[in-house]
Each structure stands twice: as C-alpha cells, then as structure tokens.
C-alpha cells in the first residue's frame, strides 16, 4: 500500500523536510491541523524550495553569464535566480497561498543576471498558443488563399506570416504612408497587405515591389489583381541594388520620397539596402522596417558562423549603433526591426 505522502507526489523529499514545511505552512491565523490539501500545498513549496536551492548552488560554481561576457542573456540551468527567490528561499516563510504563488514565480522569473535582470520572460510560443494568435488575427480571404498556394511553392518559409502581414498593414495606416518600397517580394503577402491600407492609385497610393524572380512575380501579379490593387503595385524585376539606384535617379532633385521602406532580400545585401533608403529614398520621419533578423534564432548561437547568419549579426549590430534613426527590434515572425530616419 502507498504511504499518504507518496500519493502526494513527495518521492524523494526528506522525512525533516516534510516535517519542516508542514509544520509552518499554516494559514495565517490559523492553528488547525493541516489537511490533505494543506499537505499537497505545502509539499509544492518544498519541491519550488529544493529547486531553488539547487539553482543557487549550481549558479555559485558557474561563471558569470550574460551581457557582462558578451554574450546574449539566455537563460541557463547555471544562471543565478531573482533576489527575490534568494530572500525567499526558506520554507519556514511560506505562510500563505499568495506567498507560494509569488515564489514559484520568482523561481521561474525571467531570467539575466543580477546586475541586468530580465524583468519578463519570453514567450514560449508553441503550436497551440501560435494556433490561438492566428485565430485572432485579421487576414483577408485573398491572403489566406495566397498563403495557402504558396505553401506549396519551393522557399514557402520566405513569405512573412499573417500576423506581420497585419502588423505591416497597421503600421501603412499608423503612418498615413502613401509611399511605400519592397525589396524581396517574393509571392506578394506583404505588398498585399501594405498595398491594401494603401490610398488608391488616384489618390497617390504607390507601392514599388522589387524582387528577382520572374516566377515570383507571376504568382504575385494574379494575387494584386484579386486583391484588387494592382493599379497601386509597381513592379520592378531585376538587381535590388540597381532598382533602388535606378529609383534615388528618379526622384531627381526633390530628394527622399519614400514613407515607407520594407527591406526582406537577399541578407548580405541588407545594409546597402539600408543605407541607400536611409540617405537617398526614405524621408525624414519615414519608416524601414527589416525583416528576419533574428533569423530563425542562429544569431543567438555562437556555433554558426555561416555568411548569411554573420552578415545578419553585422548588420543588426551597425543598426543598432546608427545614429541616424530610432531603432526598436520586435519579435514578430522571424524578428522584424523598425527604424524611424530621423
């Protein structure tokens, strides 16, 4: 027969342990004796302590981690718990539900380091809850369609997904943009979706999509065409980089005349695309906004060392020291950074 203890989930919690917590893991005001669901309350308070306890001796023996060794702030088995969790560590201070609630947390808290904490954790955004995102996201028929037929399609993972499609959609309304530039369109998501907040052609909506591939392009034309804003969308089949100095050529004397500039091409080419937006296409107060540079989580490890993820790890580093603009990275789809040319 299995011992009521066991039944509680307490292998391989010591008999003084068991004593200790349950001894003190009263209610406040109250002296009766702790019931079995008191015992379950207070058995999970011993298990969160020992966890914790654990965790600080490993992080006593590990070395520092972190921003101070130059590397990202991933949290790790060896990372140092939240002061919290150090001042709360004791079961004999576990008084109340609250308070077990309140340390559990701690244990489990973002992350960092002590001296440049994580005051939030990040998201572990699995199929179920990306599956309750999407079913809260706004996408056109026409979108989804396009989604659906390109899924089939070589390089599918290069289309940019319905929550950023949304997202780019509301920053074309944010912004009151009438202008916008494409480099990477691929099968269209993304010119659908910023071409649709865009003004009408009459009304002096333009969006140049700029892209390599003729195939592309077909796919990409039947779906401007349902989407009914192929009178906005000018295309521009060729070098990205000729394009864009074929359009600083056009613009003549007037100077930047972009609001927005959506960068999603070929990554070592992401800073001459940048920089050309930044000093000849984008005007002041425009915005850029970049594509993939978290790039599917490679630039976080430092085993890779491919030109595509190095040439990202560049060009995320020199953004961030540009004076230039205002920078802010989110982490939507594949990490998208936004920059405002100030």
Known sequence: MTGPRQSLGTSGVSDEAFRLVVSHFKFEGSTQTPTKKHRQSAMRAVHVTMAARAVMHHASRAEPSGIACGRPLMRRAGSAPSSHVARHASPRRLRSRRQLRRFAAAATDGGGTEDDPWNKGPIDLDARLYGYLLRHTREPDVLRELRV??????????????????????????????????????????????????????????????????????????YWEKAGVSDV?????????????????????????????????DKRGYWHYYDTMVTSLIRKGGLIAIDNVLWYGKVADEALSDKQTEAIREFNARVLADERVTHCTVPIGDGLTLCVVR
Do not use: N, W
Request: hydrophobic share 40%; aromatic share 6%.
């Open 149 to 222: 037929e390109t899924a089939q399609l070589r390089g599918s993972q290069m289309q940019v997904p319905p929550e950023q499609g949304a997202f780019m959609r509301l920053l074309v309304e944010l912004t009151g943009a009438k202008h916008v530039v494409e480099v990477g369109t691929y099968t269209g998501y993304s010119s659908v979706a910023m071409a649709l907040a865009l003004p009408s052609a009459a009304d002096g909506g333009k969006l140049v999509a700029c892209d390599s591939s003729e195939p592309s392009f077909e796919v990409a034309r039947r």
């Open 233 to 265: 969308v000018e295309e521009r089949l060729g070098d990205g980089k000729a394009t864009l100095a074929a359009l600083v050529r056009e613009q003549g004397s007037g100077g930047p005349s972009f609001d927005i500039g959506f960068i999603d091409a």
